[in-house]
């Protein structure tokens, strides 16, 4: 399905890093479903294009070295972001990306390394969270079948953030099981409270450990439930 | 670093002194050591006209050792079937390249890294695994996929647990980092590995046929560029420590083990495809066994040209390494490029950009020889032409092991009453432990990057990716590539020649089941001493066993590995001529699964000729049998063609939901796996007249020769059946049914599906 | 740029670990592994990463320096703690 607005196809920035290997796959699946061609965003970059939206894709940016995005997080772009973000510029984080926006404080919380010790490739099931963000409101007691592939996705945070996540509104998404309950069998990683994924105070920055681009085609996978927060992204802009 | 270098007068260098060879006792040591006879020593005399230096030794040494030279597998590599239609590229570049769709091509080769892995398994691994990777995108093509062949000894040995964990890990870590989807593999656990594993990776990549990129060192005066890592002391004559046996004595030898960098790597493959893209090279080849060395001579032999290096110009990790350890070291993810001085700025904007370091190293001469100097003294002066032309051939002596006195059908007979001894469910379960479920590695591994994965190792067979590419022809936009591996090594030990061919076919199977055409091979061609007249004959009868397969299916072979030496003790392992195969269908959304996920009517397709053996099974494998004895089963070549083309067939007019090859344990064991991952349960009961025959322990545990278990979509049955009709030499039967059931129910036994699950899903992997 | 071990310059040590109240499983599995295979009497087991840097250090400035590396980049203040020592 294809997107084009009255003001046009929306610019998005696809911020890459060196490491960063899922910057294919989203750009593929937003061209493919949407019509809309990421503008690739090199890390040195100390100014942003005039965009709408940012997109911080998956992979292994500088190798996982120090701490899974810590390094990108200093990347002389992240300080044209944070100033994007802080005006209210909305930004979706997969995998990597969501690392490198908790690394950076444009998120709460860390994501460490998963309890099992073990990389894990996985189809998941998620259920959003309930909150006033465009995530939590469209995709409302859906059931989403996406998978995750890491080795450091289990999301933490202290009991005092925890319960301001909660309170706000902010878990965009759980890992869930068939029956869409939050349980430990569903937890593939040990993250507090079966957390997926997060929204900013504001709403408007996604961070997510699953990785919706690799669920936009039946035939991948069996599910294309990632178009619908692929969707939801721009709809928060659109 | 300054663009612009020339040679120095080198007839002004004074060289360093030459090596002693009139000490007796320590020049017979430093020929050992090197793994140089005196036949190989009196050559290098001759070639250089007078005594070698130690540098020239260990280069001598290191390209002329088994493995870099294939001295030993040469004279019977040139009877393998390398070409077809489709054939861009054959065997002697980095990778074999054959045509996909259009101009859309796919490069990929297969490579061993066994002797590593075994001393230190999860860098051996992890290595591996980027050498293979380097040599893909090397030639300009993308990795799309990663495989790979792990061989172990017995799960209960002591050394295999932490082998299996490690060598996983290292595996995963690497291909995931990097980015590229591990989609396939096998595993298997044999006493003849016990004392060495294997390490069989391959990469698929795509490629425009056009734009395939060969490492040439051409055009005198042209700069040779140094790029990636520094080099440091790691894996000095890794070359020539795979190409010996282990012995227990020598299990110190961690210092030869190089450490990977999938980070390094990932910088290298994207600044690789950039530069080849924007046609900023003139040659390129990546540094792996032997390092420097290798890749200078290679290029330079590629050429016919010569070159001139200067070491004092190689980034160093450690300080004062001598030319010797310079020219050997196995550091990785570094790479040689040759370029036209013109062109350095703008090949070090793309390095800069992916913050790769490069220095000039040297110059392309005219001269024919390779020579180099360090700190100020000539270490190597070497022509360039003998190092290939003149290495080391041998036809070294064969002798075919004597045949098994045991006849088929008497063995057959044997087993059976050992099967009803122990108790068939008995055996069922051992068959579904050994195997067992891949899941525990297969989860460690991305499958899923580059969303172009359709059946991955979840679905157990053959891999299916979705390959959406510009260069392909525009009438195929579900285009397919169909990846695999296989082997059995349990055949191979008992006759080499037919395990050599039954590997091709097991892959061509595979590959057929998931509706693919087999379009070539690469392999991994795993052996143990050639010095051992036996083993030497073995690898000559599995390299015609494989060349047969070839021909017969019409696949050529374009590329390949080989490695030699896989021996402990004096105990060579069982030979393991690994395939891998690529195949294509047009339109992957039709590519079955080797699993079924509903309840559903099942079907054989087997050859009329067929005839169940435990030669080499799986069942005499666990009752302890030495797998010397009986036969495998035979192969019937038209019905093999003919079941394959048939496949095709229905698979390609939408008819089939699953379908898998029948392998290891029979068709009891085949048809629980494809259930195993679910709650269904199986009734199986085979109406084939010409199974009738045989004993039912015959009938679900031997093996068979081409065969396979399908479901086939609802409503289909009728027009299946009629396809199935003009079959001459095969026949199609109903078999069974999945359904909703706790047990499998197979002939006259009932076993639990409970346990069936567990035994499948609780060993080590 | 002063050399190492220069009066210019000074060596610290950075170590960085898991806040207690995270779950570390990388020292529970060494922990529990180590008890499993005999070793008797490890009561506890903690995993840190120990960082040496070597800074330009001519008027003192090296301590502060080191400080707020560690804190602003070598360790993640929502999971970790640190402890800087000069050597």
């Known amino acids: 399905m294809k997107r084009i607005t009255a003001t046009g196809v929306p610019r998005i920035g696809l911020i890459e890093f060196p490491g960063s290997n899922c910057d294919r796959d989203c750009a593929d699946a937003f061209w493919r479903h949407f019509g809309i061609k990421l503008q690739p965003v090199w890390h040195t970059e100390r100014v942003l294009p005039n965009l709408d939206a940012v997109l911080l894709p998956g992979g292994f940016s500088y190798g996982d070295y120090l701490r899974s995005g810590a390094l990108a997080a200093h990347s002389p772009i992240m300080a044209a972001v944070k100033s ?33 010790r073990k990389f894990i490739c996985k189809a998941v099931d998620l259920m959003a969270g309930s909150g006033e963000s465009v995530y939590c409101r469209s995709l409302a007691s859906r059931r989403l079948r996406v998978p995750i592939a890491h080795g450091e996705g289990r999301y933490h945070i202290d009991n005092d953030g925890l319960q301001r996540l909660r309170d706000n509104g902010q878990v965009a998404f759980r890992y869930v099981d068939q029956n869409g309950a939050a349980t430990a069998d569903a937890n593939p990683n040990g993250a507090l409270d079966n957390i997926a994924g997060i929204v900013s105070e504001n709403g408007r920055v996604l961070g997510l ?15 294309a ?11 928060s802009f659109m | 670093m300054n663009s612009s270098f020339s040679a120095p007068e080198l007839s002004k260098l004074p060289r360093p002194d030459l090596i002693d060879d009139k000490d007796g006792a320590s020049f017979t040591a430093l020929l050992r050591k ?9 050559k290098i005399l001759d070639i250089l006209g007078r005594r070698p230096t130690l540098a020239e030794l260990g280069i001598f040494s290191a390209m002329w050792s088994e493995h870099c030279s294939y001295k030993s597998s040469r004279v019977h590599l040139k009877r393998f079937p390398t070409e077809g239609p489709d054939v861009v590229v ?91 989807p591990t989609v396939a593999g096998n595993i298997s656990f044999d006493a003849s590995y016990n004392g060495n594993c294997l390490v069989n990776a391959m990469t698929v990549g795509v490629i425009h046929e056009d734009r395939i990129f060969k490492g040439y060192a051409s055009g005198r005066g042209n700069l040779v560029i140094y790029l990636g890592s520094a080099t440091g002391r790691d894996g000095i004559h890794g070359a020539s420590m795979a190409s010996g046996s282990f012995a227990t004595k020598d299990a110190n030898e961690r210092s030869t083990v190089q450490v990977g960098d999938p980070f390094t790597e990932k910088l290298l493959l994207e600044a690789t495809l950039e530069v080849l893209e924007k046609g900023l090279v003139v040659g390129l080849q990546d540094m792996g066994a032997a390092g420097l060395t290798s890749s200078a001579f290679e290029m330079a032999g590629r050429a016919g040209n010569g070159l001139f290096m200067d070491l004092d110009h190689v980034p160093v990790r450690t300080a004062a390494m001598s030319a010797y350890e310079l020219l050997l070291s196995e550091s990785q993810e570094r790479m040689l490029m040759v370029i036209e001085p013109h062109r350095w700025d703008e090949l070090k904007a793309v390095l800069d950009k992916w913050q790769l370091a490069c220095t000039v190293i040297g110059v392309v001469t005219d001269t024919g020889r390779v020579q180099i100097q360090h700190q100020g003294q000539l270490e190597v002066d070497v022509p360039v032409a003998p190092m290939t032309d003149a290495a080391p051939k041998y036809e070294r002596p064969m002798k075919p092991r004597a045949k098994p006195e045991v006849d088929g059908s008497s063995y057959n007979k044997m087993v059976s009453d050992l099967v009803l001894q122990r ?65 059995n090594e349990r055949y191979n030990r008992l006759d080499a020649y037919h395990g050599g061919a039954h590997a091709v076919l097991k892959a061509a199977r595979s590959v057929a089941a998931a509706g693919g055409k087999p379009l070539a091979i690469t392999d991994c061609l795993n052996y143990g001493n050639p010095e051992d007249p036996a083993v030497m004959a073995d690898f000559s009868a599995g390299v015609d066993g494989i060349s047969e397969a070839c021909r017969e299916l019409a696949v050529p072979v374009v590329s390949g590995n080989v490695s030699l030496y896989n021996e402990t003790d004096g105990e060579s392992i069982a030979p393991t001529p690994m395939i891998g195969m690529v195949g294509k269908i047009s339109d992957v959304r039709l590519s079955p699964a080797a699993t079924v996920k509903q309840p559903t009517q099942l079907f054989l397709l087997y050859p009329k000729s067929v005839k169940p053996e435990f030669g080499g099974s799986l069942a005499a494998k666990l009752l302890d049998q030495n797998g010397r004895q009986g036969v495998a089963p035979a192969i019937d070549w038209l019905a093999e063609k003919e079941s394959m083309n048939f496949l095709r067939e229905v698979i390609n007019n939408d008819l089939v939901a699953a379908c898998r090859d029948v392998g290891d344990g029979g068709i009891v064991t085949t048809a629980v796996k494809m259930i195993a991952k679910t709650d269904l349960g199986l009734t199986l009961r085979l109406q084939a007249k010409e199974l009738a025959g045989f004993s039912e322990i015959e009938r679900y545990l031997g093996e068979l020769g081409g065969s396979y278990l399908l479901a086939i979509k609802p409503g289909a049955e009728s027009k299946a059946l009629q396809l199935a009709a003009s079959l001459r030499y095969n026949a199609v039967v109903q078999a069974g049914q999945v359904e909703v059931s706790s047990v499998v129910s197979w002939g006259p036994w009932t076993t639990p599906l409970q346990l069936c699950q567990h035994a499948f899903t609780s060993s080590l992997v | 740029m002063a050399s190492v071990g220069s009066p210019d310059s000074s060596e610290f040590e950075v170590v960085v670990q898991l806040k207690p109240e995270v779950l570390d499983p990388e020292a529970r599995a060494i922990q529990e592994t180590l008890a499993r295979i005999g070793y008797d009497g ?37 999971s970790e703690t640190f402890q800087v020592r000069k050597l």
């Open chain 2, 90 to 180: 054959g065997p002697g570049e980095n990778a074999g390249v054959v045509r996909l769709s259009g101009k859309l091509c796919l490069a990929f080769k297969m490579e061993s890294h066994n002797h590593p892995s075994y001393i230190e398994p999860y860098q051996g691994a992890a290595t591996g695994v980027g050498g293979i990777l380097r040599d893909v995108f090397c030639m300009g093509a993308r990795p799309i996929a990663n495989l790979n062949a792990l061989r172990f000894g017995l799960r209960t040995h002591k050394r295999t647990p932490h082998l299996v964990e490690n060598v996983v890990k290292g595996i995963g870590d690497y291909g995931n980092c990097v980015g590229v």
């Open chain 1, 209 to 223: 450990m699953p990785h919706p681009e690799r669920a936009t085609d039946l035939l991948i996978g069996g599910s």
């Open chain 1, 225 to 235: 439930d990632g178009l619908a927060i692929l969707e939801s992204f721009l709809t």
């Open chain 3, 42 to 78: 490890v009561r506890s087991v903690q995993v840190s990463k120990r960082y040496i840097l070597t800074v330009d250090d001519k008027s003192g400035q090296g301590a502060a320096l080191v400080e707020s590396v560690a804190r602003e980049f070598l360790a993640n203040p929502v």
């Open chain 2, 423 to 487: 108790g068939p469910e008995a055996l069922l379960l051992a068959t579904l432990r050994d195997t067992g479920d891949k899941e525990k590695v297969y989860r460690q591994y991305d499958h899923h990057i580059g969303t172009q994965t359709v059946l991955g190792p979840e679905e157990q067979g053959a891999a299916a990716l979705w390959v959406r590419s510009e260069w392909a022809d525009p009438s195929e936009p579900f285009l397919g590539m169909i990846a695999v591996a296989a082997c």
């Open chain 1, 84 to 116: 994007f973000v802080a005006s209210g510029g909305p930004a979706l984080g997969i995998c990597n990306g969501f690392q490198v926006l908790t690394e950076s404080h444009l998120l709460p919380g860390a994501l460490l390394r998963n309890q099992g």
């Open chain 2, 34 to 42: 090197h793994k140089i006879s005196s036949d190989e020593y009196a």
